[in-house]
């Protein structure tokens, strides 16, 4: 029997392609809202552009300006679509795994499932935190007319109201204050469990089920509310306060249809293994390697000096993001009613 972490018998490539075959129900469901969407036409920029890291895109503007009369002697004036660059970066991130040959746990028959599994959701949790880094980011944007007026327009904060907790036209609300007439553009809101659940006692929502490969129905920790999907998730953020009262302030964040480009720039050598015979008697480290970019939809982030690959603080910084623009000198920003994504601030 063969030890899983001999590095004669690990393929490198099989390796990576089964862990990215791994994405958990989570995943495939947040995939599936749309609220993520696969843009891997963006990843052959990154060899073109700055060193392979930081790239600028193009949105195109919408049309508009007042219909002129038509009299037959009113000449017709016309005006520019106009675009906005969007500039995103990659964000790589490593990790490794050591095991000593006389760890039981080296010589399982389907260490691919347990490896894999392990590699899988450990990667899945990296990419959440980043995504939640971004999207702090984003709300902490605190300079310029217009990123203040996303942020504003884009959060409903009702967790110092006389009625603080998350209710029946909370959602609603929050999505009509972000959007106006296209709040239908929204398809997913992710939650903590105990908002979660005070929805649950609250009869408003409904479970989603899935199917297993045994063939058994089993209720996912997903949920519909209003036609919007709901994803539980105790990973969002939180916020003690201490005040005349204490309480706890719990952030929801709502994502339509694109609220967020992904694009997998991929590592020159996603997993490898490295073994040392004389270490600790014998060991062998899995090292593992990703290079992936989470891209606001019409939000830009500006490449901080000298950085190569952002830390969370830096996606967390909001002086770092700003909305996509024109770059002219009187420069005109992407509207923020065009923005899918929004945040709700409640006591539970």
């Known amino acids: ?32 809202s749309k609220a993520i969407v696969r843009r891997q036409d963006i990843a052959p920029m990154f060899s073109e552009q700055n060193g392979g890291n930081y790239a600028t895109t193009v949105i ?11 009299d037959g002697g009113t000449d017709i004036t016309s005006s520019g679509i106009g675009n906005y660059t969007q500039s995103r970066m990659v964000v790589g991130r490593a990790n490794a795994w050591t095991e000593r040959d006389f ?16 590699v899988a959701d450990y990667w899945e949790d990296v990419d959440q935190q980043l995504i939640l880094s971004v999207l702090k980011g984003i709300f902490s944007m605190n300079t310029g007319a217009a990123n203040t007026e996303f942020v504003e327009k884009h959060t409903y904060d009702i967790s110092g109201t006389d009625s603080p ?11 009509q204050k972000a959007l106006g007439d ?38 996912l920790d ?15 953020p939180t916020e ?31 997993n490898e293994m490295s073994r040392d015979a004389a270490k600790n008697g014998g060991q062998t480290t899995l090292y593992s390697r990703q290079r992936k970019i989470y891209a606001p939809y019409g939000i830009s982030f500006k490449k901080p000096s000298g950085c190569v690959s ?3 603080s830096q996606l967390e910084n909001g002086a770092n993001w700003t909305l996509a623009n024109s770059n002219e000198g009187s420069a005109k920003f992407i509207p923020h009613k065009l923005i899918p994504i929004a945040r709700i601030i409640t006591r539970g």
Request: hydrophobic share 35%; net charge negative.
């Open 1 to 32: 029997m063969a030890e899983i972490f001999n590095e004669k018998n690990f393929n490198g490539e099989i390796f990576t392609k089964y862990v990215q075959s791994l994405e958990s129900v989570k995943k495939k469901e947040l995939l599936r």
């Open 182 to 219: 296209r709040k239908s553009k929204f398809s997913l809101a992710i939650m903590h469990s105990t908002v979660a659940t005070r929805l649950e006692n609250l009869n408003l929502v409904e479970h989603l089920k899935y199917t297993d490969p045994q063939g058994v129905q089993r209720e």
């Open 165 to 175: 907790m998350f209710g029946l036209t909370t959602l609603n609300t929050a999505l």
């Open 103 to 118: 760890t039981a746990d080296i010589t399982g028959k389907d260490y691919m499932d347990v490896i894999g599994a392990q």
């Open 60 to 70: 195109a503007g919408r049309i508009g300006g007042s219909a002129q009369n038509y």
């Open 222 to 236: 997903l949920y519909s509310v209003n036609g919007k999907m709901i994803l539980v998730d105790d990973g969002m």
């Open 240 to 270: 003690e306060v201490s005040d005349s009262e204490s309480y706890t302030k719990y952030t929801t964040y709502v994502l339509g249809e694109g609220a967020i480009e992904f694009t997998d720039c991929g590592a020159a050598v996603p």
């Open 310 to 312: 952002p830390t969370d």
